[in-house]
């Protein structure tokens, strides 16, 4: 294990979840434990950890949970076992009237939510976030299945000293997302997606992940799906854009270890924070 003054071990868990839900939780296990015996305190996993096919469909209806349904009861036992934190994305079970309305247009299923969660030892999920940007791009279209998350004030916790906020996949593409989580106090964000493969694809992942951490000055803990959907390469990025951790192809877990002192020491050198002149509000 690492000692303090090494800093809080966060770690990235890479793997590529598929419509077998049991065998999602046991890899989910797998690789929480594989973390915490690398000394990490907080393990981020991909997007739709819950359950996924390549494409949207009726059974993603189907497999929508409740945030108290098995898949976050799991996590959260899970997280009380290792004493840890974990944050992973889920489908989650929406029935709202927009839903409904939406639906008799459509003459499908129900939308679901594409949500990340975040759970604490003995406490369950102490935040949650549900993608503000939907992938309608690259000859995709998730709003057809997925509804977007409201605009509502970032959730955060904290670990170890050190403020945690949720983001997903897409909404690296929009700046203004990470910026008002790092507003509302966040040193690190987590970043669960499937980012999906194709030309170019892993440079922009490198490149906006990297971007976001340089631009606000925090630590950004990203995990992607791994190949033969994702495009892999799940990555911590420090205060300063150095890549801590990375993981290529495989199906692993990468740990770094991060601190509030390395935030302070990049903001004294880069105090951009401090010198902007504009503020983000909705459109």
Not at 78 to 104: Q, W
Not at 203 to 221: D, G, I
Not at 262 to 269: L, M, N, Q
Request: aromatic share 8%.
């Amino acid at each position: 294990m690492q000692s303090t003054t090494e800093g809080f071990g966060v770690a990235v868990a890479q793997f590529a979840p598929n419509d077998d839900v049991a065998r999602n939780r046991s890899e989910l296990t797998r690789l929480a434990e594989l973390a915490v015996a690398r000394g990490a305190r907080l393990v981020v996993f991909p997007e739709y950890s819950s359950y996924f096919t390549p494409e949207p469909g009726e059974d993603w209806s189907t497999a929508a949970e409740p945030l108290d349904g098995a898949f976050a009861t799991h996590l959260s036992a899970l997280a009380d076992r290792l004493g840890v934190h974990l944050v992973a994305g889920m489908i989650e079970r929406r029935d709202s009237d927009r839903d409904r309305g939406h639906d008799r247009d459509r003459g499908s299923g129900r939308r679901v939510a594409n949500t990340v969660v975040a759970l604490a030892p003995g406490a369950g999920i102490v935040a949650r976030y549900r993608k503000l940007h939907l992938y309608d791009a690259f000859g995709q279209q998730e709003s057809a299945w997925v509804e977007p998350g409201a605009i509502e004030p970032p959730e955060t916790f904290e670990a170890g000293g050190i403020r945690f906020g949720l983001q997903t996949c897409y909404d690296a593409r929009f700046p203004e997302v990470t910026r008002r989580i790092v507003d509302a106090g966040a040193d690190v964000v987590c970043m669960p997606a499937e980012w999906v493969r194709g030309p170019l694809k892993e440079a922009h992942w490198r490149v906006l992940t990297t971007a976001r951490a340089l631009e606000n000055t925090v630590y950004v803990a990203a995990a992607d799906q791994a190949p033969p959907m994702g495009a892999g390469n799940s990555m911590i990025v420090d205060p300063m854009g150095v890549e801590l951790a990375t993981i290529g192809e495989a199906t692993d877990v990468a740990v770094a270890w991060i601190s509030k002192e390395r935030i302070d020491a990049v903001r004294r050198v880069n105090p951009a924070l401090a010198l902007r002149r504009f503020d983000v509000i909705p459109r």
